[in-house]
């Protein structure tokens, strides 16, 4: 066999592993604080995956105790279809991160929680108390369909609740049947024993022995509402609506933000429309694109194994055709209907019932309580006192929803007591920003994300202020890595880390999402990032449209004509404060 179609080591550990049991079971109760490679293969379709501390190794070496074993401690993740959840499924998870996490709690950009720093011996409890609560990690990570996202919004209209229940149809008929995720986490008596089967699709009727061959992710938007990126989806649904029904969706495939570094085959991608599915169909479409996907996704190389490098190899007219064979009927063209807004849900707004929802914007989704914040607190307060129904959003924020009128005040009174800034304090940059968690737990990233945006902000603030910019709104969203887990890559503004200390700046995607961005410069340091950005915002302040976005200017100017004006500014020797008044 060729190395072209030699199955990849991880293809092997998954039909070797009897239906994703392995060896987890016997390892668990070992004695160690870590995994072998084999079972943290598998341990992500169980929703977690093993990390170590990189701060604290860092520090061991630079101490000359390399030697010293690793600070091993696990991420575990919450799937959570849509981002709704209970009052009492929110302080259960509170409860978790500080009981057997560290501390904090943190929502994802899929909107799902992530616990942190949970060490082996807890990684039962913790996997067993979250279904306990009705919710669960099962396929939260792995080759399979990760966490079905739709539209947080709480509105009594029926076009929200079909898309919810979209949203959750997809989240149980596309999780793993396997028998392994119960007998290992959820009793009391660990079994080594294999699932075994004649037949892999008895047991497996989607995904058979293998699963798929890298993971899948499924999104549901309106397109006067694309909160959710629905393009940077494996395979994205456009709700179609009419007199207040979603009559059909468009189907868009091959999105998909990750890329490898130093890869040159591998490269993010926008989904591009295939069909246009009715309401009584899309769940037969999705089912038989998740299929092909299955059957002829690269199993060889997981670099190029997402959906969109079979739909760049073979073209969107292929990919429909061979479709077509398992749904068994032709495909309607799109619709001409496209996204058109863009609503992250902050603040306050009616639900349509007399009930009130307040979105508020958590900086990188991180909850955490601080000498001057304390966040997790006050959701506790509000969770206990008031009880709201629980939303997270796609931009790792939090809806507050079913809110009566008179407890409006209440619920900014416990957030102000608890020195929680409102959503109405915040500035627009560091509203429609976001960051992956990077250093010092991702395994992944190069370089720092979420520790570093805040204090970019802090500085980007001040500039913006003196452009007569604070109201500009642009997404601006930074990864410690290429594998792109912020959506970097069509956005207005994105910052990938390249190497420690060092970002890719890319320029001209925007807020509704559905265009991508492009390299602006490489290997930018830490420090220069403001600067440069500061740069972009002059030109743009001086030469703009009338009503034109940061992305749609970066777009029409282009990198070369925005190269030119930063460079003739440097060649000046012009400070940011100067060309700030120069401006104004």
């Not at 991420?75 to 981002?83: A, E, F, H, L, S």
């Not at 290992?184 to 798929?212: C, M, N, R």
């Not at 059957?295 to 479709?323: C, Q, T």
């Not at 969770?383 to 809110?403: A, N």
Request: glycine letters at 8%; aromatic letters at 8%.
């Amino acid at each position: 066999m060729s190395d072209d179609h030699k199955p990849s080591p991880t293809e092997i550990i998954k039909e070797e592993s009897g239906f994703l049991r392995g060896e987890i079971g016997t390892e668990l109760t070992d004695g160690l604080t870590h995994f072998g490679t084999t079972s943290q293969s598998l341990l992500k379709f169980h929703g977690t995956y093993q990390q170590f501390d990189r701060d604290d190794r860092a520090a061991a070496v630079e101490a000359g105790e390399s030697k010293r074993e690793k600070t091993f401690i696990f991420m575990v993740r919450t799937k959570i279809p849509g981002g709704k959840l209970t009052s009492d499924q929110l302080l259960a998870e509170l409860d978790l991160c500080d009981e057997i996490g560290n501390t904090t709690l943190r929502i994802t950009s899929r909107q799902g929680l992530q616990l942190h720093g949970v060490v082996k011996r807890n990684l039962k409890q913790a996997i067993k108390r979250i279904n306990e609560i009705q919710l669960s990690t099962l396929g939260a990570c792995g080759d399979v369909n990760r966490n079905v996202m739709c539209c947080p919004g709480p509105f009594k209209r029926p076009i929200y609740a079909q898309t919810q229940a979209l949203a959750d149809r997809f989240a149980a008929h596309f999780a793993p049947r396997s028998r392994a995720y119960h007998d290992l986490w959820l009793t009391d008596v660990i079994t080594g024993e294999k699932q075994l089967a004649s037949d892999p699709f008895e047991v497996e009727p989607i995904y058979g022995a293998h699963y798929l061959p890298r993971k899948f992710k499924i999104g549901i938007a309106f397109p006067f509402d694309n909160c959710i990126d629905v393009y940077t989806h494996d395979l994205g649904l456009l709700a179609i609506v009419q007199d207040e029904q979603v009559v059909g969706y468009n189907v868009s495939v091959g999105g998909g933000q990750g890329r490898t570094p130093s890869v040159a085959k591998t490269f993010p991608a926008l989904g591009k429309r295939l069909c246009y599915a009715p309401a009584e169909e899309v769940f037969k479409v999705v089912e038989s694109i998740v299929k092909v996907q299955r059957d002829f996704g690269n199993r060889s190389d997981r670099k190029v194994a997402r959906l969109k490098y079979l739909v760049h190899d073979w073209g969107v007219e292929a990919i429909k055709a061979k479709v077509e064979e398992y749904y068994g009927g032709p495909l309607a063209e799109p619709d001409p209907t496209d996204v058109h807004g863009f609503d992250d849900h902050m603040g306050w707004s009616e639900q349509g019932d007399g009930r009130w929802f307040y979105g508020l914007n958590i900086e990188n989704g991180r909850i955490k309580d601080t000498d001057v914040m304390q966040l997790k607190t006050a959701l506790r307060v509000i969770c206990r006192e008031l009880k709201p129904g629980i939303r997270t959003t796609s931009h790792q924020s939090m809806l507050f929803t079913d809110v009566a009128s008179e407890n409006k005040n209440r619920l900014e009174q416990i957030l102000r007591d608890h020195g929680v800034v409102l959503t109405s304090e915040i500035s627009e940059v560091r509203r429609w920003s976001m960051a992956c968690v990077a250093w010092p737990t991702c395994g992944l990233s190069i370089t720092e994300s979420e520790r570093s945006l805040p204090g970019m902000l802090d500085q980007l603030e001040v500039e913006l202020a003196r452009l007569g910019l604070s109201r500009e709104q642009f997404t601006l969203r930074m990864t410690g890595c290429p594998n792109g887990c912020a959506r970097p890559y069509n956005c207005d503004v994105g910052l990938v880390g390249k190497a420690r200390g060092k970002y890719t700046v890319l320029l001209g995607g925007r807020l509704l999402g559905d265009r991508m961005n492009y390299i602006y410069k490489d290997m930018v340091l830490e420090e220069e990032i403001v600067p440069l950005l500061t740069r972009v915002f002059t030109y743009f302040k001086l030469e703009r449209l009338p009503g034109e976005t940061l992305g749609d200017f970066c777009h029409r100017k282009g990198k070369d004509d925005i190269l030119a004006y930063e460079e003739k500014l440097i060649s000046q020797d012009t400070a940011p404060s100067t060309i700030t008044r120069a401006a104004s």
